[in-house]
């Protein structure tokens, strides 16, 4: 049974920056993609990153492009999001998720596991 637990998130000024990280147990880790979302107070979830398997496919909303950027270490069964030039509308529980099938997705449903998540605010 895969078990995915973040970490990192806290309170940051705006500009400010953030890593996330989200360590796996249980399946091979490395065979299955992962992906990062985040759910505002009041507000659906939603895609926020993507990475497949082997680490060389990305994607990102486009509220996030060039500001965050995914990657993960397999050898450490971990994937990180790096936030950069945070804002006010970043503020949200962080999830990570994993897709056992090895590509890729942005759909939430596609998602096999979740972690119990991590808030990240940021103050004006």
């Known amino acids: 049974q895969v078990q995915l637990v973040e970490s990192g998130g806290g309170l940051v000024q705006a500009g400010g920056s953030l890593r996330l990280s989200c360590a796996a147990s249980?399946?091979?880790?490395?065979?299955?993609?992962m992906g990062w979302f985040r759910q505002a107070p009041g507000k659906e979830r939603e895609f926020v990153a993507t990475?497949?398997?082997?680490?060389?496919?990305?994607s990102y909303a486009d509220s996030v492009n060039s500001r965050f950027t995914i990657s993960r270490d397999n050898a450490k069964n971990t994937v990180y999001l790096q936030m950069n030039s945070l804002k006010p509308e970043d503020t949200a529980v962080y999830y990570c998720?994993?897709?056992?099938?090895?590509?890729?997705?942005?759909?939430?449903?596609?998602?096999?596991?979740w972690g119990q998540g991590t808030q990240v605010t940021v103050s004006s």
């Open positions: 998720a994993a897709r056992f099938s090895g590509s890729y997705s942005r759909l939430i449903a596609a998602y096999d596991r």
């Open positions: 249980g399946r091979t880790f490395s065979s299955y993609a």
């Open positions: 990475i497949n398997w082997s680490g060389g496919t990305t």
